[in-house]
């Protein structure tokens, strides 16, 4: 972990998204035949949560592990903004 628990607790109420939330934007994506990169983005919040459950309910991992999850999850997000640069922008 990178900062307290009453720090992560706060974070993470205040970026959660959820699940139905993501299926639901990937629905409307379909729907209006948006781009691959819609479609990626929203997927991107789903992947730490599949950790969580994973980590909560399943097996549980050690401070390193969560913390290489982290940074998975934060390198994911920094691609998919490069990624935007480069479609939207260029």
Do not use: G
């Not at 628990?5 to 109420?13: F, Q």
């Not at 599949?50 to 934060?74: G, H, K, R």
């Amino acid at each position: 972990m990178f900062a307290s628990e009453e720090t992560m607790t706060m974070l993470d109420t205040l970026f959660y998204i959820s699940p139905l939330f993501c299926a639901t934007h990937l629905l409307y994506s379909r729907i209006l035949h948006l781009c691959a990169w819609h479609r990626t983005a929203c997927l991107v919040p789903v992947f730490p949560q599949v950790v969580n459950f994973v980590d909560y309910y399943l097996v549980s991992f050690s401070e390193v592990q969560a913390f290489v999850f982290n940074a998975t999850a934060m390198a994911m997000t920094a691609v998919l903004l490069i990624a935007a640069y480069n479609v939207f922008l260029k």
